[in-house]
């Protein structure tokens, strides 16, 4: 049992959520962050960690957060994260430098460039291990971002990721602090009842078969990956990443998009390389690297005028998502409150066991 740990009754653990559904803005959502236009927060959660906010909460009203976060340090300097939860709806992370190590649920996970990691709202975590390869911060603010596995020979990097929340306001909740986080608590499995409904975790990598490039239907010029977010997502947040096609495939085209879907919300993000995007009446829209487009569905189309590198993250939120409800302030003091609280089982995994991740919550 680890220090400070009191297995809680159900109904003792739970804060129920009561607050308003997740309603965006009224009218056509557009908004365009340029690259230059946010810069990165030091210590905004994370004493070590730049976070830099890539206009999305604002264009949605808060349905959503998306953002990338940079280590300014390294774990021999800033320690761990300590064993903690993030309880929104849905929570989405994509590795774009350097090596993260993760303890997730009591699972020792590796987060890379070219991972895709869903860790939906309540995935218990502690991340243990985290590079940090820059000279100084000017320098490390120019981090390069892969989608994919970094060249060979690619120098050292700072760990960095991607990552979207639905929506931006939500509890964090500290299980076992830092510095009091033993091996036995790092093998643990934990259950509590917070756990999106429908949701699971999932981490897609970037040799699975899942995560080919297939043929873009319609555009044979492009090719894109589903990363296998909509499921585990609980169907909230589908996920693409399209490039141009690498030359001609006997694959089947695939589509991006969600059969059946209507409304809801676009997020996309320009990792790599540059493109246009039609709209209605002629115009286009350039993104460049490290530009960020959140519109509602479909306002813009497909990439047309791609630069060779382009690398394009294409998220799609389910207008569904508007059925759900945000935590009032009061609830989200209240559920960190409870701190170590909330957890209603666990158990430490014993070696080799080859369990899921969130296995009680499976159980």
């Avoid at 309603?23 to 962050?33: A, M, R, V």
């Avoid at 992370?93 to 869903?118: H, K, M, N, Q």
């Avoid at 120098?155 to 929506?167: A, D, I, M, Q, R």
């Avoid at 059969?259 to 039609?278: H, K, Q, R, T, V």
Wanted: glycine share 10%; aromatic share 8%.
């Amino acid at each position: 049992m680890a220090t400070g740990i009191q297995i809680q009754d159900l109904a003792e653990a739970t804060v129920p959520i009561t607050g308003p559904r997740l309603t965006p803005p009224p009218g056509p959502i557009f908004h365009l962050c340029r690259a230059a236009d946010s810069d990165y927060e030091l210590g905004e959660f994370r004493a070590w960690a730049g976070y830099k906010n890539l206009g999305s909460d604002g264009a949605t009203g808060g349905l959503a957060h998306f953002q990338h976060v940079l280590s300014f340090a390294g774990t021999e300097a800033a320690g761990r994260t300590g064993v903690h939860a993030h309880f929104a709806h849905v929570h989405i992370v994509i590795p774009t430098s350097g090596r993260g190590v993760f303890s997730y649920d009591g699972v020792v996970t590796e987060a890379l460039p070219g991972g895709v990691i869903v860790q939906h709202g309540g995935t218990v975590h502690d991340q243990f291990e985290y590079s940090y390869a820059a000279s100084s911060q000017a320098e490390n603010r120019k981090t390069p971002r892969f989608i994919e596995p970094p060249p060979a020979g690619t120098p050292p990097c700072s760990f960095g990721f991607l990552e979207l929340f639905v929506p931006r306001d939500f509890a964090n909740v500290e299980i076992i602090p830092p510095d009091a986080v033993s091996a036995v608590d790092q093998r643990t499995a934990w259950d509590h009842p917070y756990h999106a409904e429908g949701a699971s975790f999932c981490l897609q990598a970037p040799d699975a078969p899942d995560a080919a490039y297939r043929p873009l239907a319609g555009r044979p010029d492009l090719e894109v990956r589903d990363a296998g977010t909509w499921g585990p997502s609980g169907c909230m947040v589908a996920t693409w990443i399209i490039r141009p096609a690498a030359g001609p495939s006997e694959a089947a085209p695939v589509s991006a998009e969600i059969a059946g879907e209507e409304g809801g919300i676009d997020i996309l993000y320009m990792i790599n390389g540059s493109a246009s995007f039609p709209r209605e009446g002629g115009e286009t829209v350039r993104l460049e690297a490290g530009d960020t487009l959140t519109q509602s569905h479909g306002i813009c189309g497909d990439p047309i005028g791609c630069s060779p590198d382009m690398r394009l993250i294409r998220f799609f939120i389910s207008a569904r998502a508007q059925d759900l409800r945000r935590r009032t302030p009061e609830e989200i003091k209240a559920l960190e409150a409870l701190g170590p609280r909330i957890i209603t089982r666990r158990e430490v995994r014993p070696e080799g066991d080859a369990r899921p991740i969130n296995a009680l919550r499976e159980t």
